[in-house]
C-alpha cells in the first residue's frame, strides 16, 4: 500500500491493478453481449436495460447523499464524501451508455409503436407524453441535470478543502442544497416513470419514481460502505473512519432498508385494494410463473435480514460483518432490479437470457474502472472535516498528509 498526501492525483498500485481488472472484465462482458445482438438483438437489448437500470442507480443515489450531508452535516457524511463525489462524477459515462437505448426505442418500449397504440387506448391517451422526441429530450435533460449538479458540488468541495475559501462554500452548499433536493426528487421520478415504468404503459403508480429512489440511496450506501468499511487504517482521522462512524452509517442504511420495505408494501396494498384492471396485472406478472419466489427472496434478503442484523450495534460496528450484509443488499437490488424490468419482457419466463450476465459484467467494470481512476484522484477525507473535540470546522491546524488509498 503506498502512501500520499491529501492532495494527491496518482492512483496507487492497488487501484490501478482493481481498475484494470474491472475494464477487462468490461471489455470483455460488452464484446460478449455484442455477439448476443448479432444472435438475438431484441433479447439483447432488454438485458442491456437491465444491466444499465441497475449501474446508473449508483451514481444517481450518490447525488442525494451528497445533497443530504450538506443539509445535515454529521461525521458519516465526512466518511464518504468523496467516494460519492467520485461516484456522481461518472454520470456523464453513463449519459453515453444510455445511447444504446436511445437509439433502440422501438425494439425496447411497446409505446413507439403505432399499432400497439391502437389495441390500447389507454396507452393512446398517453401519447402526449410517451413519444420518441419527449423522452429523448426529456433524457437529455435528466443527464443534463444530473451531471451540472455533479461539478457543481464537486466545485464546492474543493473550495471547501481551502481555508481561505471554506467558509463561503459551505454557506453556499447549505444554502442550494435544499433546491437540488427537491428538483432531483422530480428528475428522478420522471426519468423512472420513463424508463422503466413506460415498458409497461398501461400501468400507473405516483410512488414508483420515489421508490426508485430510495432503492438507489439504498444500494448506494450499501456500496460506499463497501468501499471505506474494509480500510478503517485510512487517513490520520481514526474520529471519521472507525467503529463508531461505520454504526452511524450502518444506522442511516438501516433507516433506508425500513422506508423501501415501507413504500414497496404501500404500493402493493393501493394497487391491489384498489383493485383496478390497470394496475393490478403488473402485480400478477410479479408473483406467479416462478417470479413468486424473487419476491419472497426480496422480502427475506432485501429487508427481514438486513432489518435483524442492523438492529445489532455490533454488526454495524464489526466492518467485516457490515460489508458481507452490504454486499448482500447490492446483489439484492440487481435481483429487485430483474424483477421490476424482466416481466414486461417476459412474464412467463422468470430464468434470465444469457446476455444479462454479460450486460451486467459489461456494463458494471467498465462503471467500477471510471468510478476508481476519479476515486483515486481525491483525497480520502474532505479537508475542512471537523475536529473530534472542536466546535464548528476548525480544520485548520490539523495535517492531512499520509492518508491512504486501497
Known amino acids: 500500500m503506498s502512501t500520499v498526501s491529501a492532495t494527491s492525483s496518482t492512483l496507487t498500485p492497488s487501484l490501478v491493478r482493481a481498475r484494470n481488472i474491472a475494464l477487462i472484465a468490461g471489455a470483455a462482458g460488452l464484446a460478449l453481449l455484442g455477439v448476443g445482438y448479432l444472435t438475438d438483438s431484441k433479447a439483447a437489448l432488454q438485458t442491456y436495460l437491465i444491466g444499465y437500470v441497475f449501474w446508473v442507480g449508483i451514481p444517481l443515489g450518490c447525488v442525494p447523499v451528497i445533497l443530504l450531508h450538506h443539509l445535515v452535516g454529521g461525521k458519516w457524511g465526512y466518511a464518504i464524501r468523496k467516494p460519492l463525489e467520485a461516484g456522481a462524477l461518472t454520470i456523464p459515462l453513463m449519459a453515453l451508455l444510455f445511447l444504446p437505448i436511445a437509439l433502440n426505442l422501438r425494439t425496447i418500449y411497446p409505446w413507439t409503436d403505432p399499432s400497439e397504440l391502437a389495441k390500447h387506448p ?12 419527449g423522452f429523448l429530450i426529456r433524457a437529455a435533460g435528466y443527464f443534463a441535470f444530473w451531471s451540472i449538479v455533479a461539478l457543481v458540488w464537486n466545485g464546492i468541495s474543493k473550495r471547501q478543502d481551502r481555508p481561505e475559501t471554506e467558509a463561503r462554500a459551505s454557506n453556499l452548499a447549505g444554502a ?12 428522478v421520478s420522471f426519468a423512472g416513470i420513463d424508463w422503466i415504468m413506460s415498458l409497461e404503459p398501461e400501468w400507473f403508480s405516483t410512488i414508483f419514481g420515489p421508490l426508485w429512489m430510495v432503492g438507489q440511496i439504498l444500494t448506494t450506501l450499501a456500496f460506499m460502505i463497501l468501499v471505506v468499511a474494509p480500510r478503517p487504517e485510512r487517513g490520520n482521522r481514526p474520529d471519521l473512519t472507525g467503529p463508531d462512524v461505520l454504526a452511524d452509517l450502518g444506522s442511516l442504511l438501516l433507516a433506508f432498508v425500513m422506508l423501501w420495505a415501507y413504500m414497496q408494501l404501500s404500493q402493493f396494498l393501493i394497487i391491489w385494494s384498489g383493485n383496478l384492471l390497470e394496475e393490478i396485472p403488473w402485480y400478477l406478472k410479479r408473483i406467479n410463473g416462478g417470479w413468486q419466489w424473487i419476491a419472497v427472496s426480496l422480502i427475506a434478503f432485501q429487508f427481514v435480514l438486513p432489518f435483524l442484523t442492523l438492529l445489532q450495534r455490533e454488526s454495524k460496528r464489526n466492518p467485516a460483518r457490515l460489508s458481507r450484509l452490504c454486499a448482500l443488499v447490492v446483489a439484492m437490488n440487481l435481483l429487485s432490479t430483474y424483477w421490476i424490468v424482466a416481466p414486461a419482457f417476459h412474464p412467463q419466463r422468470a430464468w434470465p437470457h444469457w446476455s444479462l450476465a454479460a450486460s451486467v459484467v459489461g456494463l458494471g467494470g467498465i462503471w467500477i474502472a471510471a468510478y476508481l481512476t476519479l476515486l483515486g484522484r481525491r483525497p480520502w477525507i474532505p479537508a475542512n472535516a471537523p475536529l473530534p473535540h472542536g466546535n464548528g470546522h476548525e480544520h485548520t491546524s490539523v495535517s492531512f498528509e499520509g492518508i491512504h488509498h486501497p
Open 122 to 133: 389507454i396507452v393512446a391517451g398517453k401519447a402526449a407524453y410517451l413519444n420518441t422526441n
Open 176 to 187: 442550494i442544497s435544499g433546491p437540488a433536493l427537491l428538483l432531483h426528487v422530480f428528475v
